[in-house]
């Protein structure tokens, strides 16, 4: 009767290294789920924000461009890009939506400062000129002066810096991500490895054990059977 070969060290020792695999198998997709998701945010967050950027520095333009040549379109293109789902109100809900951290909203609250206490009037005072009273001269006056040259000009530096620092905090997050999901990929080749060099250790060592029990088998036969040709 033959032996039954079985080696617990090498089943547990398999099993293991099989589980683990298996973890980071599941650790791999997760943080694959999580870059693809941070690129797709990185994506829109540094899309909004450069749209917000230039679609403020577009309707600032469209309303000198107005007080300048008294043409409508102009004064049209403003109004469409600041109300409703004007590419400067889109952005900016957005943006928020998505989400910012605690140093991007304090650059935002400065730019929302200097926006309402010093260009927004400007504009205001510039509309109401040259819509209201067709008076041109003093609305292009408005929109001259040094102060709103200069908050304008600060107004264009905070929303630059929002967006780059959007862009360079995604690009970190994802760099960092992507570090985290090769240290991943690199163990779960090392346990490919590792759990492919056992299952052919395993095989292997049964196969000669299994030769082994063949061995002594037939040596226990041929005992027996010299045994009982002596009798």
Known sequence: MKKRIFSFSNFWTTLTSFVLLLICIIIYIIFGLQISSANAKRSDLVRYSALYETSFMYSQSEIKSFADSSAKEH????????????????SRKMIEEIGLEKSEKTILEEFDSVFSKYIEPANKKATDYAVSKSDFKNA???LSTKEYSEYLTYGNSCLKALSESVYNRMTDTLKKLSVRQNIIMICLICLCVFF?????????RLKALARMAESEDDTSDRIQKDMSEQK
Request: glycine share 8%; no cysteine.
């Open 75 to 90: 004064y049209n293109n403003y109004y469409k890009t600041i109300t409703g789902n004007g590419d400067l109100v889109l």
């Open 140 to 142: 292009k006056a408005a």
């Open 196 to 204: 492919s060099a056992m299952l052919m250790i395993t095989y292997f």
